[in-house]
């Protein structure tokens, strides 16, 4: 008897993280787009102020070596980096979401240049309270720009991949196959073949 009650608590566990799932067939994508506007500006909200004040604060005067204005966290150098690398990751993938859900919205060269003003205000933040070395800033450029490549080089991928579909007729698209030319076969895509979706 404890095992099926134990059996039906699990059942009904895994039940609750299927119905909370992204269902394309259910959820319609004003609403999806909405949840994912407010979890990426509640994402940049956090990751900005974290960067803004560090954790830990900042030194408050310029004893014992110290440097006033300065993080208190970089003391640890390896753990600092670590953590304004992973921040920076975060808040310039939030902005990219944000700036992607509302693209062609009214007003969205607006929110374009409040977003690029604040990783302009975020950098400067950063370079404020982060010690000397410059040469590892570097890194946190790189951090910066990683989520807006990344989103180039898959946009690339795929309008290429999207492409040689269109090159392929529509026997060749029905048996997903890898010639892109489509010169074994022979056969020409007609108009009529390119409107039919596979």
Known sequence: MASCVQL????????WFINFQ????KDQAGDVRNILLI??????AVTFQAGVNPPGGVWQDNTKGHVAGKAIYASREVEFYVFLICNTVALS????VIMSLTYKFPFHLEVFVATASMLGTYASAIF????????KYRYILIAAALPFVLRVLIYIVKSNAEEEQENLCCKCRRENSDDISCRRCGS??????EDVKV
């Open 8 to 15: 039906d608590k699990l059942k009904k566990s895994k039940s």
């Open 22 to 25: 992204y269902n394309p067939k």
């Open 39 to 44: 979890v990426a500006t509640l994402i940049a």
């Open 93 to 96: 993938t939030s902005v990219l």
């Open 128 to 135: 404020a309270v982060t010690p000397g070395d410059f040469f």
């Open 188 to 193: 020409e895509i007609s108009k009529s073949a």
